[in-house]
Structure formats: structure tokens, C-alpha cells
């Protein structure tokens, strides 16, 4: 039954330095379904995959509203994003009650990755498992940040999570460095062909997907589904025509994510065998 | 618990300070405030200073209590040390720092310990000027141009008449030490002792302290009473 006899507890060190329980959390959020973030200058966009538990259920909310200015995307064990977007929202409440102006997205971030931590230093806690895409426009303009179970946060140009995010990252990574110049329009049109890349041979439709925006001049919301529909018919008419140089884009695509995905699965095997890091710390995300 | 007898409430001030007049202009904010300490209605103190710079953007007036003054200042100055533990680029602004107070002191009277203050806020940040007033029950406003206590109603008049946004700042110097002349004409709590203090984008200045020229020859100043019967 136990493969590692490091990792029944939150604070029981591997020799190698490793906490497993906190790897195991972040494992959680690789589980869940696909939520991808990008930004320009001006602009962020949250999108995720939604998938429904079985035929006859509905899918969960995977975008959730914090303030005006802020929003997040979830992707893991939804319960704990909702409390974690609850404890957000009064945070904000709070702040703008005693400043009467919107809590800085950075510090939002920072107080919610403390909360995170403190779940990674106690033998009677366990860590969130959920991994949150914080989307939010401030004084110093727009950012997006990833919050992860261990405690650490980071910036993001553009970022995904969850499962098969893989190939949406893939996406992203060859097109961020246009982000910063796009119209929210390209901005939305990218967060959906990187949703599509994380869907399993799904087609993109606007019931398997939910987009959020918050932007210079526009409170955050998230996007009803005619909209996303129609926006999803547009680009893929557009997409038709250009066939041409399209196709070979998503045959390279389909070629990575297999590679991707098995190998992600193995380390994350590996992991629980507690061989050797490979490459980079494995606290590093 | 406490019961009522025991608990310590400021039930009236001790050592007060008098008005404050600012007023916004060209390229920020304005403020001026003697420099007395009424214990009472004797002039206790001279040299009491009423305007304090707030962090990069702000700055505040306050008159009453001198003590509450001082409490207000630790707050404020442990609020500015949390936001600047930060680290982050993001700093509170003149319009964060008057609605903290707004809180603080409403918070207060609600507690039936009020500070014994009216405070006046100003500052600029990015560009925006701000300029807003707080009192002891909490009551609250932004304005061009505010002033606390007996400048209420000798001070603000003037204002309205000869205040336009597009002052500068030797204009509002003058039109400010025309407010406090007539304050320290009148206001019998007014010390001939007054400081200005200017913010703009580049940082807060309070400047030393320097007395305004005055004339006390007039024949109604010379014989107050005449004409006023039953007067002594």
C-alpha cells in the first residue's frame, strides 16, 4: 500500500528535501480539468474546459467573479477554490470598505499564497488542491498570476493548468510574445484555440468552455455563452479559409500533446516512487 | 468587562490647536495652520506643529486635541510602514489615507470615545488632486477648499469668493495668509505664529514657521466697545 514512507504527513521532509504531501496536492491540480489565463496590456482573459461528471450531471463553475476588478480560474478540487475565492472577495470587501478603493492584485495574490503556505507547515492541515489563475487590472495595470497548493505564486504573460493543459501551454508559449500589443478581440480568439488544444478530440463548442474578461474600462464577467458561441464561429469560418496554413499547426500540435501528456504522467509517477528530481527543484511550481 | 465608571473616554480636550485652511492649487495641494496649544483658553504652547506629511502623497491638518493628533499620527505612520513593507510599487494615495481616517474616527464616536479632532486631508497622486476634511463624529467631504473650525465660517467665505483651481503657488500663499490674517484678527485662540505646507508630485514641504504683518491701529480695534451698550 505505501509505496513512500515520507509522505503520510505535511511536514515529514524526504531525505532528498522533498514534502510529497504538498507534490501530491499540486498533482490534484494537474487532475482537473484545463483553465488558461493570458494578458496584454490592457486586457486579461480566463478560460476553461468544462467537463460534467457524468452524462446526467451538469459541469461545475470553474470562473469565479472576486471584485470588479478581479477574477480567477480554478483547476483541481473545486470545493477548495471556492472557499479560497470566498476568503478573496472579502479581502477585497475588506479593503475597499477602509480605502475605498480596489485591493491591489498583488497583494490579493501574496495574502492567498500565505494562506496557502501556512497549510504546508501544519501537521493537523492538508494543502488546498487547487491551482487558481488570478486575473486582475490594477493601478499598475493588468496582471495574471498562478497561485499553486505549495505556496508559491508567480506572474504569467499567459499560463495553463490542469489537465492536458499541455498542449495549450505549447500554444502559448509560440504566441505570447504578441500579447502584450493584442486587442482584447485576439486576446479572447487565443484564449479559445488554446482551450481547444486541451480539449480531449473534443469539438469547441461554447457549452464545454467558459470565458472570462476583465480589462482597462471593463469590470470583470465572464462571457454568456451566445457570445462565446458566436465569437467560436467566427474565427473557426476564418480558420476555414486559411486551411492552408492552419493544418500544419494542428498536426504539430496533435504530435506534442501525446508526447506531453504520457511523460507528465510518468514523472508524476516517479514522483510518488520518490526517485530523484529530474531537472528542476520540485518545489518550483 | 468594563463597567462605564472605569473606562477612560475623552470627555473634552485639553490642549488644543486651532483652525486649518487648504485649498487646492496649479500643481497640488495647499495648507496652512498656526502654531498654538490652547490648554483651556490660555495659550499653553507656541510651537505645536499641526501639519504632517503622510507617506510619498499625502499630507494632514489637524485641529482640536493635540494628544488624539499625536495617537492619529502613530496610526497613520504604522499604516504607512505596513504598506511600505510591501515592497511592491503599490502605495496608498491621498483618497486611501482620508477614508482610513473617515473610518478610524466614525469607528471611534461609535465607541462613544471619539478623537477630539477635525482633520483635513490633501494630497496628489498620479496626477489627481485630492483635498477632503474629517471631524470627530466622522463627518466627511472632499472640496477645493476646506477649513476647520473658526475658519469655517471666517476662512471658506473668502475662499469662495477669490479661489480658482488655477492658483499659483505665490497666489495661494497670499490667498491663504489673507485667510489666516483674518483668523488671527478674530479667532481669539490664534497664535501670530503660522506655517504653510505644500504638496505637489514632487513631495511634501512644510516650511518654517514665520509671523504675518498686522495692524491693530484701526479705531475699531483701538476702542472695541463703543457703541456696544451694556459692554465692558
Known amino acids: 500500500m505505501f509505496r513512500n514512507q515520507y509522505d503520510t504527513d505535511v511536514t515529514t521532509w524526504s531525505p532528498a528535501g522533498r514534502l510529497f504531501q504538498v507534490e501530491y496536492a499540486m498533482e490534484a491540480v494537474k487532475q482537473g480539468s484545463a483553465a488558461i489565463g493570458l494578458r496584454s496590456k490592457t486586457h486579461v482573459v480566463l478560460a476553461c474546459v468544462n467537463k460534467a461528471n457524468s452524462e446526467l450531471s451538469s459541469h461545475q463553475k470553474k470562473i469565479f467573479k472576486v471584485d470588479d476588478h478581479i477574477g480567477v480560474a480554478i483547476a483541481g478540487l473545486t470545493a477548495d477554490g471556492r472557499v479560497l475565492s470566498r476568503y478573496m472577495r472579502s479581502e477585497c470587501i475588506n479593503y475597499n470598505y477602509t480605502y475605498e478603493s480596489p485591493l491591489p492584485v498583488g497583494r490579493l495574490v501574496v495574502q492567498l499564497a500565505d494562506k496557502a503556505q501556512v497549510c504546508t507547515q501544519r501537521s493537523w492541515k492538508r494543502p488546498y488542491g487547487v491551482g487558481l489563475l488570478v486575473a486582475g487590472l490594477d493601478e499598475s495595470g493588468a496582471h495574471l498570476y498562478y497561485n ?34 493584442s486587442s482584447r478581440e485576439d486576446l479572447i480568439k487565443d484564449a479559445l484555440i488554446a482551450t481547444r488544444e486541451s480539449l480531449q478530440g473534443e469539438k469547441l463548442r461554447s457549452s464545454v468552455c467558459t470565458i472570462a474578461v476583465v480589462g482597462v474600462g471593463e469590470p470583470f464577467h465572464i462571457l454568456d455563452q451566445e457570445t462565446v458561441q458566436q465569437l467560436i464561429d467566427t474565427f473557426e469560418i476564418v480558420r476555414e479559409e486559411e486551411s492552408a496554413p492552419a493544418e500544419p499547426e494542428v498536426a504539430t500540435e496533435q504530435d506534442a500533446a501525446p508526447d506531453q501528456a504520457p511523460g507528465a504522467d510518468q514523472g508524476g509517477a516517479e514522483n510518488q516512487g520518490g526517485a530523484e528530481p529530474q531537472g528542476g527543484s520540485p518545489m518550483d511550481i | 468587562m468594563d463597567s462605564v465608571s472605569e473606562s477612560q473616554r475623552t470627555l473634552y480636550p485639553y490642549v488644543t490647536g486651532s483652525s486649518v485652511v487648504a485649498i487646492k492649487f496649479k500643481d497640488g495641494i495647499l495648507m496652512a495652520a498656526d502654531m498654538g496649544g490652547s490648554y483651556g483658553s490660555t495659550l499653553r504652547y507656541k510651537s505645536v506643529e499641526r501639519l504632517k506629511p503622510i507617506g510619498k502623497h499625502s499630507l494632514l491638518g489637524a485641529s482640536g486635541e493635540i494628544s488624539d493628533f499625536q495617537e492619529i499620527m ?30 478610524v474616527m466614525y469607528n ?49 467665505p473668502i475662499l469662495r469668493d477669490e479661489w480658482n483651481e488655477n492658483l499659483s503657488f505665490e497666489e495661494g500663499v497670499r490667498l491663504l495668509e489673507k485667510c489666516m490674517r483674518v483668523l488671527l484678527y478674530r479667532d481669539r485662540s490664534a497664535v501670530n505664529k503660522i506655517q504653510i505646507s505644500r504638496i505637489t508630485e514632487e513631495g511634501a514641504t512644510v516650511f518654517p514657521p514665520y509671523s504675518l504683518k498686522t495692524y491693530w491701529e484701526f479705531s475699531a480695534f483701538k476702542n472695541p466697545t463703543v457703541g456696544a451698550e451694556g459692554s465692558w
Request: glycine fraction near 10%; proline fraction near 3%; aromatic fraction near 12%.
Open chain 1, 148 to 181: 499553486c497548493p505549495s505556496g508559491n505564486y508567480f506572474e504569467y504573460q499567459a499560463f495553463a493548468i490542469g489537465s492536458r493543459s499541455q498542449a495549450a501551454k505549447t500554444y502559448l508559449e509560440r504566441r505570447f510574445n504578441n500579447f502584450t500589443a
Open chain 2, 108 to 156: 471611534r464616536r461609535n465607541k462613544f470615545n471619539p478623537l477630539w479632532n477635525s482633520l483635513v486631508l490633501g494630497g496628489i497622486k498620479k496626477g489627481q488632486k485630492y483635498l477632503g476634511t474629517v471631524n470627530m463624529i466622522g463627518i466627511n467631504y472632499e472640496d477645493n477648499h476646506v477649513a476647520t473650525g473658526l475658519g469655517n465660517h471666517l476662512a471658506r
Open chain 2, 74 to 103: 502613530r496610526y497613520l505612520d504604522e499604516l504607512i510602514l505596513n504598506d511600505n513593507m510591501w515592497d511592491d510599487g503599490n502605495s496608498l494615495g491621498p483618497k486611501e489615507v482620508h477614508n482610513y481616517l473617515t473610518r
